[in-house]
């Protein structure tokens, strides 16, 4: 297994701005999932093996980017204006498996971080 390490979670105002950081172990297709309090956990971003190719739940669609850095075995999320709904435990994935861009697998996640957007 890939074993991703996430980093980077932290306490935000509204409006405001935070970036997340992943470590994998190889390069491979690689996402964001959150899970917010009560609720279920939920996809947010996804970024294929070659970085050609990007994926975003609608509620995340132009506010956070993810993108991968040189060493093309980390994947960053940037994540803007932030909103208090965004607060949730952050868990990076690795080796993903989608068959329709919509829904995805993970084969590996991270411990996750957490991030909290105060109103």
Known sequence: ???????????????GSLRLSCVASRRTFMGWFRQAPGKEREFVA?????????????SVKGRFTISRGDAQTTVYLQMNSLKPEDTAV???????RTADGRNFAAGSWGQGTQVTVSS
């Open 46 to 58: 996804a970024i294929t093996w070659s970085g050609g190719t990007t994926y975003y739940a609608d």
């Open 1 to 15: 297994q890939v074993r991703p390490v996430e980093s980077g979670g932290g306490l935000v105002q509204a409006g």
């Open 90 to 96: 952050y868990y990076c994935t690795a080796d993903l």
